[in-house]
């Protein structure tokens, strides 16, 4: 069990939104007592993704391949479903970025998983399902 | 060229919302319901880009026979042919799903959708489509040229667009730019009344979410003016009230 959350770069940097995201998955991810793994995709410093550790990401996954430096949707979210099959994540989280929008249903999709959009606080996981 | 275009049927834009059944439900009473506005682009831009090559646009619409007027107003528009899948769209996925599972039966050349519903907002169903088909998706696009078997798309992006080009078959969601609406002419709304509509039914499948309630927003508080120079109510307001400091 765990949570996943992308951590979306513009030309190799993260936006203060991308910070955000990582904090929220973080509350979600004490919640859980578990751990979260962040995921990069792109052509991202070594300096830039260890940033994401202080915002509360245990671990960095960091895929870069001279062909993802661009957004593609389909394979961008082939690789976040990878990743979060191989990290057992219970909960992927994304931005409500363009990209986010873009990602969210085709991951909800690949696996099998309920696409809860346009969240604005933190949910409700008592009973074992997100609200 | 064969394209079809997912329509939604949902509450006109000045709509009091209210809900029924301990806010469980939408309240539907005296509701009037519309085309979503975003699929009237697409469906404008699927009959713009079939006019030239003899082509034709199949809509489709996951409702109950209430929907029925608002796929009229679909074909009065312009559309070949309509499918309405009989069941209550109980979310994106189910209505994702069920279009998915008539595209393999019926092949397009190219799948539209609007880039979200004014209902519920999620940009969710073209994803979803393309996905379950496994073939390209882009959620929200401002401009569609199609050459041959490719198109040439603008994505928009924070602080800009993108322009991609994109094998055929794949799914898209219309944003505003990519075509102007068209309003019925009366041969159009003639036609509509003899153009075939072909209601089947739903395909079971898992559910994956479910609305446990809304709300309406709190209404929106009365403004305090604090005089520039009285710092010390300020600071009581601030610390007494809203509570911040």
Known sequence: MSVLVYTENADGKFKKSTFEIVSYARAIANQLGTKLTAISIGTVSAAELAALGKYGAEKVLNVSNDKLKNFINQAYASIIAEAAKKENADIVILSNSFSGRGLAPRLGVKLEAGVADGAVALPDLTDGNFR | ?245
Not at chain 2, 100 to 105: G, L, V
């Open chain 2, 1 to 245: 060229m064969k394209i079809l275009v997912c329509i939604s049927n949902v509450p006109d834009t000045t709509t009091k919302i209210t809900f029924t059944d301990n806010n469980t439900q939408f309240n539907t009473n005296g509701v009037q319901f519309i085309l979503n506005p975003y699929d009237e682009i697409a469906l404008a831009r699927a009959i713009e880009l079939t006019e030239a090559n003899n082509g034709s646009v199949t809509v489709i619409n996951v409702g109950e026979i209430s929907t029925e007027p608002t796929i009229r107003k679909a074909l009065a528009i312009g559309a070949t042919d309509a499918v309405r899948i009989n069941a209550l769209p109980h979310d994106a996925w189910f209505v994702a799903y069920q279009i998915a599972q008539y595209i393999k039966a019926n092949p397009f050349d190219l799948i539209l959708t609007g880039r979200e519903s004014i209902d519920y907002n999620g940009s969710k169903v073209a994803g979803m489509i393309a996905e379950l088909l496994d073939i390209p998706s882009v959620s929200i696009i401002k401009k569609l040229d199609i050459d041959g078997n490719s198109a040439t798309v603008e994505r928009e992006i924070e602080g800009g667009k993108e322009v991609l080009t994109i094998p055929l078959p794949f799914v898209a969601g219309t944003a505003e730019g990519v075509a102007e609406v068209k309003i019925p002419n009366m041969r159009g709304i003639m036609s509509a009344r003899t153009k075939p509509l072909n209601v089947i039914e739903a395909v079971s499948v898992k559910t994956l979410s479910d609305v446990i309630s809304y709300e309406t927003p709190a209404p929106r508080g009365q403004v305090k003016l604090v005089p520039a120079d009285d710092v010390a109510k300020l600071v009581s307001l601030l610390h007494e009230e809203a509570r911040v400091i």
